[in-house]
Each structure stands twice: as C-alpha cells, then as structure tokens.
C-alpha cells in the first residue's frame, strides 16, 4: 500500500531497515525544553557538589507492589555498587519511610533534560522519552522494562554496548543484578559508546522539525493526486467539480464561485485526494466463503442472543439507579412505612390535585420546559424524588416540584417505588421490547447480508487467489462506495477478469521464458492455465458480488458523515472569506474569474468533441489522459495551456 510512515526515534540507535521503501522516514527523537524554567532545591545542589557524580535511578509512573521492599533492594544495591545515587521517588511512592543512607538522595519531581547532564549513569523503566533523553545527554543507560516497548528500548540499548549488558526485567531483579548493571555502566567502553549516541543525535538535527518536513515531504502536491487547489495554489482543495472532475476547489475558491453564481453547492462533491483500499478480500475462495458464513452465523447468533445480556444490564443499571436515589433521600424508609400502611385503609374517593405555587416549585426562571419526560402534572404525577410535596431534582439536576393530592387508597409499596423512582414497570417493558427488536434487527441485517458476504469472498478468493503461485498481474481491485463504483467495480471485473485470463496463457509463458528460461517458461504455462481458470471465475462471480455490494454501500452512505463535513467545508470557506480585506478579496475573486473561464473553455470543448463523432472524441479523450499524466491539469493555469495544445492538434489534423 506504500502508506507514508515517520518513526521518530534515532536511527543512530535504531537504524532503517534495508527491506523499507522510500515511504518511511526515521526522525529522530523528540525532546522538550523544561531546563530552562526549573530551580532546583537547594538540598538538591548542595548534594550534587557534595561528592562524586552520583547515578541517577527512577521507574517514572511505574507502581510496584511492595514501595518499601523495593526501595530497601534499590538502597541494598547502591552499597554494593559503591555509587552516591539520586533515587525518584515517582508514582511507586518509593523511599517513603524516609530512611534514606547519607549517599541517597531521594528526589521530587525533576525535569530529566535539567539532571541528566549532572549524572554519571541513569537507571530506569525504560519508557521512550526517558529513554532518548538519556542517550542524548550520552549517559551509559541499564534499563528495567516492566511492560509494553520498554523491553524493546532494553535491547536496543544493550546491541548499543551504550550500558548494562542486557536489560533487567523487574520480576528478575535483585540487588546484586543492579549493582552489577550500575558497574557495567560506568564501564569506560558503556561511557563511550553512550557518548557516540549522543554524537549522533545531535547530528541528526531536531527531532520534531525533520517529522515535519517528512510529513510535508510525502504530502501529494503535484501529480494526479495532488492535493492543491486548481486555481488558488497555496490553498489544499476540499471539493471536486463534478462535471470536470479534473477540477479541484479550495473552501475559498468554491465560496467565491458560489456567491458569484458560477456554480451551486450542489455541483460539487468532497474531494479525496488519496484512497487506501486496506482489505482486498480473502486469499483463495474456499477459506474465504468458510469465514463469510461464520461471520453471518455470528452476527445472527450475535443479534438474537444478545438480548438477554441486554435486559441483564439494563436490569442491573434500574437497580443501581434506585439504589442512588433511595441512597440520596435519608427519609425513604419512613416514607414506605407510612405508604404501606395508607394501603391497608379503607378506599376512598381521591381528591382533585391541586398544584404548588411556581415560586415552590422552583419555576420562576422557566425551567418547567426540562420536564418533557415523566408522568404529566395533570396526571398527579411528579418528576423528582422525596416526599410528597418536597422538591426533587430531574435528570439533568433542574430542581422541580410534584403535584400534591390525596395518594390513591389502592396504591401499593411498589406503585409508590416506581412512581418516585420516575421508573414504572410500563416503561422498563416498553425499554426490554426494544433491546429485543434491536437484536431482531441485527440478526436480519446480518441474514440479510449474508448472500452478499458469500458471494463477495467467493469473487475475491478467486481474484486473489494466482497470487499464491507468484503471478504478479493480479489487478489491484476498485475501492467500492457506493453504486456508482460498486457497477465500475462488477463491469472492470467482468472485461480484465476474461481479458487477462485469456491473454495470460501465452503472455505468462512469454514472461517466464524471457526471466528464467525453461524453467520459467514451464512455470509461465502453469500460471497462464490457472489464471485462466481463476480469472475466468472471478469474472463470473465478481459483477454480482460487487454490484451487491455497491447497492449495500449505496444504502448505508445516511450513517456515514458525508453532510457533516459538506456543512463544514461551507463554513470554512465563509470565514476564510471574513478573514481577507477588500483589497485581497477583489485579487482572489479576479483569480477565480479569469481560471473559471478556462473551465468553461474547457466544458465547451468536450461539448464540441462529443459532437463531433467517435474519431475525435476518441482523440480527445486520448489527449486529454496523456496530459493528465504529464501533468497539464494540476493548475488551471496549466490547463489553459493544454486546452491551447489540444486546439492547436485539432487544427492541423483536420479533426472537428
């Protein structure tokens, strides 16, 4: 796929692999710059000029276990090392007892670019930034990885002979393997070594600013992809006109074309300047039908047995909400007591409710219009919790009140916990029967769905599947998004598919005689028969399976963030608009003016060319692809030209 990657650590240390193509840059290492405002305590720096050097260990954000026996170990190893030591406290809580020997410092949070020049060795969790600082500085560096890169960075240290001779993981540490990493790197070969890293990284210039040249570097900004806007250059072009699609437009451009009333919105569409078609389908067919229909199955079993963990957590979630709103109000439980016992009182007539007061309420500001949900007021319900006629709180937090009556002499405990809870059984069944429909629906896409998966891994199992014999002609497939590219995709199936298999059965045997001789012509003949097999199939399968997914593609576009960015684009293009001064806004719209006209130029000519029947349509279209790829349409200054070259051929041979 050749996708443009920029890795930012020291090739000195780790240096490009050979098998990497021109895609991949290395950076090198990233730093900040936190010296320059740091002011050490001043037990800090009567310590450091109170002795010899000391050697720095520190495990960053690492926790352990044990902090205290940890640190006793750490201590135990600095004696036998025979070293002064500036030990971090960090996140572990390391050194908590206080009871560090007089050679010990124990420090605080100290930026690592400030201390590292004032050590002799440093010793730590191996992370990446500490890690580069170190090896900068060109301190002699033991690393003791406890998870993720660290073990990485450990082992390329060690290969740098830049200190310990390998790294230490944590569960295999001890005293007497620290001490004796300690002593390996204050080895004179470690320090030297260190100090040619140091070199090198200094060489290699400023980690940040060579990502950013790289980034910019593998940015398309001239050829057929080229991400510049036709007519304003120095602009990145978001929209695409559809009628020329070799036009591309800025937000600028298109919002100046707009409100002149060249153009409508609706002209044009979002450009993507780059695709990466990163699945190409299955390998062969028959693994790849296999795992189609289990991936149907699943997402039937998926949908259908969901359910039940669905209600289970929703279950659980109503609990847990109860819980905090009984939890929330002390009174609950003398609330129940009396509401049992109203129900065991003769029944009688319930009295008309009757509301409290807004300013009771809390109301005065209007905030009656969060209650859109809960039982209505004129149903004597409240939306809030406590007792009755006390203020409650909604969802949102909104202080509310409740309509206070005579509570129903029929009403039980349980009406009551549902009521005041704002969760009736009504509504927790209304909630179950949609976590069921939404497995319904999930096992009837993915029934749904299923033809179209089977017949696609079939296709593209049989596409895929010469290249497991080395033939390089397997066609590189189209990216489909919609119908449009799902019938280009069925139709380029159905033409190459039976083209290249049969033509393959002479032209592959050419090809290996011309590479490997006999042998290879012997190899061409197997591959030209089973690409003609293959390829054939592919072509039999590939129409249906990818105009299905070109329909499916087509009925899903609503979920994708199309119009989102489309109403974003717009408004970038009205405040990159609001941003120039008149002066600038009259230079760019006469810029847009005069290379719009070009365009039309250019729209009159293919009219013309279409017209004028298939030798010179052909012959346009012909020309029009050779400069293309010269080039000529990257600007519409450029395709003046072009459109000039084109008008100037048409002359001399007579075409109309």
């Known amino acids: 796929m050749k996708v443009p990657y920029t890795y930012m650590w020291s090739p000195g240390l780790v240096p490009k692999p050979p098998d990497w193509g021109p895609e991949i840059d290395i950076a090198g290492f990233v730093f900040l710059d936190l010296a320059s405002s740091f002011k050490p305590p001043d037990a800090l720096s009567q310590f450091l000029e109170a ?28 004696e036998k090392a025979g070293v002064r030591a500036l030990v971090s406290k960090g996140w572990g809580g390391l050194g908590s007892e206080g009871n560090a020997p007089d050679n010990v410092y124990m420090l605080e949070n100290t930026p690592h670019d400030w201390l590292f020049p004032r050590v002799s060795a440093v010793v730590h969790h191996g992370g990446a930034g500490t890690t580069a600082i170190g090896l900068k500085c060109g301190k002699p560096t033991m690393i003791v990885p406890f998870f993720g890169d660290q073990p990485f960075w450990g082992a390329m240290v060690a290969k740098a002979g830049a200190g310990a001779k390998e790294p230490i993981p944590y569960k295999h540490l001890n005293a007497d393997r620290l001490a004796e990493g300690i002593q390996q790197c204050l080895s004179p070969e470690a320090k030297a070594n260190a100090e040619k890293l140091a070199r090198d990284i200094e060489r290699e210039g400023d980690g940040a600013k060579n990502a950013v040249d790289s980034f910019h570097r593998h940015l398309p900004l001239q050829g057929k992809n080229s991400m510049r806007c036709s007519i304003i250059q120095d602009r990145v072009a978001v929209w695409e006109f559809k009628q020329a699609n070799l036009l591309q437009l800025s937000a600028l451009a298109a919002q100046i ?9 609706q002209e044009l569409r979002l450009v993507r300047h780059k695709e990466w078609n990163d699945f190409e389908g299955p390998g062969e067919p028959l693994t790849g039908s296999g795992a189609a229909l289990l991936r149907s199955a699943g ?29 929330s109000n002390p009174s609950r439980t003398g609330e129940k007591s009396s509401t049992a016992k109203s129900s065991r009182r003769p029944s009688r007539k319930p009295s008309q409710p009757t509301s409290l007061p807004p300013e009771q309420h809390g109301w ?3 905030v009656e219009k969060h209650l859109s949900d ?18 409650g709180r909604n969802e949102n937090g909104v202080p509310v ?43 009837g896409e993915a029934l749904a769905k299923a033809p179209m998966d089977l017949s696609l891994a079939i296709a593209q199992g049989f596409h895929n599947a010469p290249r497991l014999y080395g033939d390089t002609t397997v ?52 591959k030209g028969f089973g690409g003609f097999v293959l390829k054939d199939l592919a072509a039999i399968f590939g129409p249906i399976a990818y105009t299905m997914k070109g329909i499916h593609k087509e009925m899903v576009k609503g979920k994708q963030p ?44 293919q009219t013309s060319v279409k017209t004028a029947g298939f030798k010179a349509n052909f012959r346009f279209r012909q020309q029009q692809r050779r400069l293309v790829k010269e080039g000529k349409f990257e600007s519409v200054g450029n395709a003046a030209v072009a459109l000039e070259e084109w008008r100037r051929e048409k002359r001399l041979k007579g075409l109309r």
């Open 51 to 78: 002795g010899e050097t000391p050697v720095y260990i520190g495990f960053g954000s690492i926790v352990v276990d044990d902090p205290d026996k940890f640190t006793s170990m750490i201590f135990e190893a600095i």
């Open 257 to 265: 074309l707009v409100e002149n009333k060249q153009l409508k919105w």
């Open 299 to 327: 997402g039937v079993v998926k949908g259908v047995g969901g359910t039940p963990v669905r209600w289970a957590k929703r279950l659980k979630k109503r609990e847990k909400k109860q819980e905090q709103r009984q939890g």
């Open 364 to 366: 005065e500001h209007g």
């Open 374 to 391: 809960g039982p209505s007021l004129e149903q004597g319900g409240f939306t809030g919790k406590g007792k009755s006629g006390s203020l």
């Open 401 to 443: 009140g409740r309509t206070v009556g005579t509570p129903d002499a029929g009403a039980g405990e349980s009406d009551a916990d549902s009521t005041s809870t704002g969760m009736s059984d009504d509504n927790l069944a209304q909630d179950m029967a949609v976590d069921a429909g939404v497995g319904l629906a999930k096992s």
């Open 475 to 526: 066609r590189t497939p189209v990216r489909i998004t919609g119908i449009q590219s799902g019938l280009r995709a069925a139709g380029e199936e159905l033409v190459f598919g039976v083209y290249d298999g049969v033509t393959g059965l002479w032209l592959q045997p050419y090809r290996g005689a011309r590479e490997n001789g006999a042998l290879g012509l012997v190899q061409g003949v197997g």
């Open 562 to 605: 199309t119009q989102f960015v489309r109403r974003a684009r717009i408004a970038q293009g009205v405040l990159e608009m609001k941003e120039l001064d008149e002066a600038a806004k009259r230079r760019e719209a006469d810029k847009v003016e005069t290379a719009w006209q070009v365009v039309r130029d250019i729209l009159q000519e």
